[in-house]
């Protein structure tokens, strides 16, 4: 038992300190960014059209999944092609890119770079070519009518995230049920929440100057203490940077909307709903990462499997099962490879092939709008992944640990 809280606390500190606090910064400059660009981004993809694969693929490689949704409606518009479509899916980063930033960032030079590569020359070669997408696209939309079932639609351009999308699930759930919170509680909530972003911002600051700290010594083990030393810093400001992010992933993000339960909106608009926005946006890659390091220690703990060993033990098997991994919509399930290459679990082959494959969170705005083009789409951005993933293994082996701080 003692073994088993070890292993809790550890991860729930370390999780924050080495990847979160970094993962804020990110976050917060794509954030301004943003702000800053407006509309004039969108306007330029429109009028350049010869660059529309390329500018796709850079897009989707911009950290976290922001700018590859905003790919997405532009192709039912008829502003960009499928191609772009392809080029921007292929090269999207998502929300693992941070564990890999913060944790192995040559390793993530290489395979972001090779999924820029890739999405570009893909994205093209699509449009210029087709590569047989016209059958493909006929084949799943006659699986579609075979199969077809009502699904959740998210409006076009809404801009939901994944936090807020889940509240807003939430707060119409309750109303379905007949609920009614009452405007004493709603307000308690709110103070608590906005006292919780604030004071996560503070443990964000503090977490940075610490990991920086920690890196400058070379990233040793560092003992669980409560003292007034780095060891007591290290743990006090992890495991209440860690608590405050649980926090609000699960219960703030349901009240720092705009005064009203879900209603967040990444608007950019000001230094609050920017701050917000990258809070919310850390605190959802915090959760997944602590249930990496988790899962990946307590697996090892409960059934004594070297995972290492047992990737090394796949071969090639290893990059495809990294591109089957990608296929999966969502960021969490990338966080979770991420945190395992960075453990050392699997080869940088599968990273790179997994990279290539994955969609993001920007596969949802397309499902809801194209079902058939998304289904496509996603079909088109594993065959790279499978090309380079399997060429990388064949040519220069496994290369476990590399580029990892």
Not at 53 to 74: D, E, S
Not at 109 to 120: D, K
Not at 311 to 332: M, S, T, Y
């Amino acid at each position: 038992m003692s073994e088993i809280l070890d292993i809790f606390l550890v991860s729930v500190r370390d999780g924050f300190l080495q990847v979160s606090a970094f993962v804020a910064v990110t976050v917060l400059l794509f954030s301004y960014v943003q702000y800053r660009t407006g509309g004039r981004l969108i306007a330029a993809i429109e009028d350049h059209e010869r660059a529309q694969p390329l500018i796709g693929a850079l897009m989707g490689l911009t950290p976290g999944c922001g700018g590859a949704i905003v790919m997405m409606p532009l192709y039912v518009r008829g502003s960009i092609s499928f191609g772009t479509v392809v080029a921007t899916l292929v090269a999207t980063a998502g929300d693992s890119v941070f564990v890999i930033i913060a944790l192995a960032p040559e390793a993530g030079l290489y395979a972001y770079a090779a999924a820029l590569v890739a999405g570009t020359l893909f994205g093209y070669a699509i449009d210029r070519f087709g590569l047989g997408v016209g059958r493909v696209d006929a084949a799943v939309s006659e699986v579609s009518r075979a199969t077809s079932t009502a699904a959740h639609r998210v409006p076009t351009g809404s801009g939901v995230h994944h936090y807020e999308e889940a509240a807003v699930a939430d707060v119409e759930e309750a109303a379905d049920g007949g609920e009614a919170v009452s405007r004493e509680a709603t307000g308690a909530l709110w103070h608590l929440s906005n006292a919780a972003l604030w004071g996560w911002w503070l443990a964000a600051a503090a977490g940075l100057v610490i990991g920086i700290a920690f890196l400058a010594r070379g990233a040793p083990e560092i003992a669980l203490s409560l003292g007034t030393n780095f060891a007591g810093a290290f743990t006090v400001v992890g495991l209440v940077g860690t608590t405050l992010s649980f926090y609000l992933y699960f219960v703030g993000r349901h009240h720092l909307g705009h005064g009203a339960i879900g209603e967040a909106e990444d608007t950019f608009e000001n230094a609050r709903e920017t701050l917000l926005h990258a809070a919310m946006e850390t605190s959802f890659v915090t959760v997944w990462v602590i249930a990496a390091y988790l899962l990946y220690e307590y697996g090892i703990v409960f059934t004594g499997i070297d995972v290492a060993a047992a990737a090394a033990a796949a071969g090639v098997l290893a990059p495809i099962g990294g591109a089957l991994i990608g296929v999966i919509p969502g960021c969490g399930p990338q966080i979770v490879l991420a945190t395992a290459y960075a453990e050392g679990a699997i080869p940088f082959s599968a990273l790179t092939a997994n990279a290539i494959s994955q969609d993001g969170d920007a596969l949802f705005p397309l499902l809801a709008i194209d079902k058939t083009a998304a289904i496509v789409a996603s079909i088109y951005t594993t065959i790279p992944a499978l090309i380079v993933g399997v060429g990388l293994h064949l040519l220069y082996g496994p290369m476990f640990g590399f580029g990892v701080l």
